[in-house]
Antibody, heavy 120, light 110 residues
Framework: VELLESGGGLVQPGGSLRLSCAAS????????ITWVRQAPGKGLGWVST????????YYKDSVKGRFFISRDNSRDTVYLQMNSLTADDTAVYYCAKDMWQKPIYGMDVWGQGTTVTVSS | QSALTQPASVSGSPGQSITISCTGT?????????VSWYQQHPGKAPRLVIFDVINRPSGVPIRFSGSKSGNTASLTISGLQTEDEADYYC??????????FGTGTRVTVL
């Protein structure tokens, strides 16, 4: 069971990035996937979650209207489209597998993280 | 949704027991038995060590245990080992958003 994030990098304020989370080793469509971020030297913070079927999405208030989560169950991949980025979005972004199709029980598998830096 | 409150640091000698608290509200920790705990070594991804308040995933040593009373959940490490030195985060399901994390606790093995 593995998750592999990609798509991070350096972006200017106001710019956009799309993160990807590629999964393997489990029945992808049966589980929700969550994005969690960690700013430099700070704690973990929940960002967004998508249900296993993709019919339900959830967002932290500060990213609503700027971030969009989606999934392609035929490619076993989840995406996080991040727009209008600010310095406060600078962080390591982890994707994690939930223990059910909806986000309730927590996350039992984590990717290695991808770094997003918003700076001019 | 405010972060759950954890002590900034806890320390103990090898072989001792330590307990980390995680305080929330009736809208999160106190309202649901869906508290999980994560261990994070420096530069590494988090690892699940407790879910549903008291359950250990396979592969997690039995010295890790969880409990809850009211709005406060706790993680106890019995027989502390040097490899347990890490940051620990609690998390809970909430009534307003799927998850909220705790502020994090640095565990130091003396």
């Amino acid at each position: 069971v593995e998750l592999l994030e990609s798509g991070g990098g350096l972006v200017q304020p106001g710019g956009s990035l799309r993160l990807s989370c590629a999964a393997s080793g489990f029945t992808f469509s049966s589980y929700a996937i969550t994005w969690v971020r960690q700013a430099p030297g700070k704690g973990l913070g929940w960002v967004s979650t998508i249900s296993g079927s993709g019919d339900a999405t959830y967002y932290k208030d500060s990213v609503k209207g700027r971030f969009f989560i989606s999934r392609d169950n035929s490619r076993d991949t989840v995406y996080l489209q991040m727009n209008s980025l600010t310095a406060d979005d600078t962080a390591v972004y982890y994707c994690a597998k939930d223990m059910w199709q909806k986000p309730i029980y927590g996350m039992d598998v984590w990717g290695q993280g991808t770094t997003v830096t918003v700076s001019s | 949704q405010s972060a759950l409150t954890q002590p900034a640091s806890v320390s103990g000698s090898p072989g001792q027991s330590i307990t980390i608290s995680c305080t929330g509200t009736s809208s999160d920790v106190g309202g649901y038995n869906y508290v999980s705990w994560y261990q994070q070594h420096p530069g590494k991804a988090p690892r699940l060590v407790i879910f549903d308040v008291i359950n250990r995933p396979s592969g997690v040593p039995i010295r890790f245990s969880g409990s809850k009373s009211g709005n406060t959940a706790s993680l106890t490490i019995s027989g502390l080992q040097t490899e347990d030195e890490a940051d620990y985060y609690c998390s809970s399901y909430t009534s307003s958003s799927p998850y909220v994390f705790g502020t994090g606790t640095r565990v130091t093995v003396l």
